[in-house]
Structures are given as structure tokens and as C-alpha cells.
């Protein structure tokens, strides 16, 4: 489902002493299908742009288009904007409310006109998707379960409604690495198989390099940087000066090149890549791995 934002800002508070500029005019064009990551430091405007994008907030001015609707200040009865768009808080608990957790999960389902049996279906699908196998979990409550189970119920519950376009804020915040790599790489690949337009809101580097198709760099409720993960993290310094880090092993690969020549380039985001690439060199003093050797 194809986005564009048209010269778009919001103000918080407006005309009362707490005023703030959240998003200053900002424009995007965003294809259908495509992963878009969005990152910035803390206050950039990152959740703010997506909320809009759900029709959680209206802008203060200029307008969106997503799919066939368009938000504006104006805008009533967004009730179908959100069947299509689906989102995920930064905090799971800020959406779980019923007193099950398959109750929570055919909430969205129902509440858009699926029979109980349908919506029943569609909840446990998607709690086997997020990992959720274990039947006896469903009757508890989402409150007894653990922050990250929380998390893969919001999302399930999010699934289930099998939207068009899937808004991910800080998605696998309270999960073990194990289990964020699963999650992640099962949005992935349902991003992929639904054809999915996809935003991810993400302080992690490696995360926004390794699954994002274009990247925006909000900061400031301004856009000061887009285009490919390959594109942006190999201007380490420009990316810096927003406040943001390159993934690890980008800087790891910076370290590298002081050592070696030819230098290996900077769009590098999986360590296999990396470990292929160092072994299909010919093995010099002059590019001995940093600490090779040494005691």
C-alpha cells in the first residue's frame, strides 16, 4: 500500500505554554511492499510520524495518503484506516486489556466483523506465528505473563488482524537475542510473503542495516537523512552528527580498514558476509586481522 506525506508537521499542545513542534514539515514518498526503518535519537519525532500514520494523531498541517485514505487536520472516521494499518507499541501493555490471552488476540478480528470461530482461528495462527505454542498460556491473563511473552501477544494480536501495512515500534524490546532474532526474522518473512508495507522504529543499527529496504533519519521533527541501509551507514561521520552510531560491525569493519588494503566496504551488516569476504582474501601481514596472532 503506497504512502505519501505531504509537507507534514504536528505541534503538541498547541497554543497553550507547553507548545512543541514534534514533526516540522515533512514529505515522504513511500512505495508499496517496501520495509522502511526509521530511526533518530530519543525526541526525534520517530513515534509521532508513525502514530500518524495510523490515524492515531492528525497532523497540525499538511496531509497523508494512505492507500485510498487520506488523514488531514480535518479528518473523522478513521475506524477503516486502522483495520489496514496495523500497530505495535513501544509498550505491550499499553494494548492488552481483555482478560485472556486468546480473548486479546480475536479482540481485533471481532472487532472488524469476523464470527467468533474466525476470529478464533485467526488468534491462534497468529500466537504459533510470535511462538505462543503452549495452549495452557491462552485462558491466562496477558498480565501474568512475562514482558516478552506481553510483547509477542501485542503483536499476535496485531497479526490476527492481517493489515496492509504493519507499523513495528521498538518490536522486540524485552525479548533474549535468541528470541528477537525470531521474531524479527518471522516479520521478515510474513513482510515478504503478504507483501506487507512495513515500518520499523528502532534504536538499533544492526536491526535498521539488516532488515529495512530505505532508511529515514528524523532529527528534530525534521528529515535529515534517507535512502538504502548501504547508502546511509557508509557516511559514518554524516549519521554522527545526528546523535545516531553505525551497527557494530560497520565500525568494527572501520577499525579493520586502518589495517588492511584494499579496504572492505562499509555495507557489510551480516558477520557471515563478513567471515566470506576476509577468507576469499589472500592472507598478508599488511591485512592480518586486528589482534591475529597476538597473545
Known sequence: MEIVVEHVSHVYGKGTPYEKKALDDISLNLS???????????????STLVQLLNGLLKPTSGRIRVGDTEINPDSRGLRELRKKVGMVFQYPENQLFEETVLKDVMYGPLNFGASKEEAEQKAREALELVGLKQPELYN?????????????????????MEPDVLIL????????????????????????QKQWTTFLVTHNMEDAAR???????????????????????????????????????????????????????????????????????KRTPSDRIPGEGEA
Not at 512475562?146 to 497479526?159: E, K, N, P, T
Not at 518490536?171 to 525470531?182: C, F, I, M, S, V
Not at 579493520?256 to 551488516?269: G, H, Q, V
Open 32 to 46: 508499496s511492499g517496501q520495509y522502511t526503518g526509521i530511526i533518530g535519537k530519543t525526541g526525534s519525532g520517530k
Open 211 to 281: 532488515y529495512a529496504d530505505w532508511l529515514i533519519v528524523l532529527d528534530q521533527g525534521k528529515i535529515v537523512m534517507e535512502g538504502t541501509p548501504e547508502a546511509l551507514f557508509s557516511q559514518p561521520d554524516l549519521l554522527r552528527q545526528t546523535g545516531l552510531e553505525v551497527p557494530e560491525i560497520t565500525r568494527f569493519i572501520e577499525k579493520l580498514n586502518r589495517k588492511i588494503s584494499p579496504p572492505l566496504p562499509l555495507t557489510i551488516f551480516d558477520p557471515e558476509e563478513l567471515a566470506t569476504e576476509l577468507f576469499k582474501r
Open 140 to 160: 491466562r491473563s496477558p498480565y501474568a505473563l512475562s514482558g516478552g511473552q506481553m510483547r509477542r501477544v501485542a503483536l499476535a494480536g496485531v497479526l490476527a
Open 169 to 192: 515500534d521498538e518490536p522486540a524490546a524485552g525479548l533474549d537475542p535468541r528470541g528477537k532474532k525470531n521474531i524479527l526474522n518471522m516479520i521478515a518473512d510474513r513482510h515478504r
